[in-house]
């Protein structure tokens, strides 16, 4: 599991958000929303601190899920990150 956590930081840090995440708060909050979700592609929102929003695109399965993209929409700016690309 950590290495998925270095990925999901990786990916953020490199879509040139500087502040601090944790990969792990990240893919538990995931797990948590997606919980008893039916099979299907869902969008959902989350505040981080006051002026900072994380949205992510899932499309949860039987047994995992596909995190497709987060957007940060922060004072510094809007961050794209796409899990899907290379």
Same mark, same amino acid.
């Given at each position: 599991? $950590? =290495? *998925?956590?270095?990925? +999901? @930081?990786? %990916?953020?840090?490199? #879509?040139?958000?500087?502040? &601090? ?6 893919? $538990? =909050? *995931?797990?948590?929303? +997606? @919980?008893? %979700?039916?099979?299907? #592609?869902?969008?959902?929102? &989350? ?7 994380? =949205? ?31």
């Amino acid at each position: 599991m $950590e =290495e *998925i956590y270095r990925l +999901i @930081e990786e %990916k953020i840090k490199n #879509s040139g958000y500087q502040r &601090s995440v944790s990969g792990e708060e990240i893919y $538990e =909050e *995931i797990c948590d929303e +997606i @919980e008893d %979700k039916d099979n299907g #592609s869902y969008i959902f929102m &989350s505040k981080k601190e006051d002026d900072v929003l994380f =949205e992510y695109k899932i499309d949860v399965m039987d047994e995992n899920f596909n995190l497709f993209y987060l957007d940060i929409n922060s004072p510094e700016g809007k961050f794209h990150i796409d899990f899907d690309a290379e």
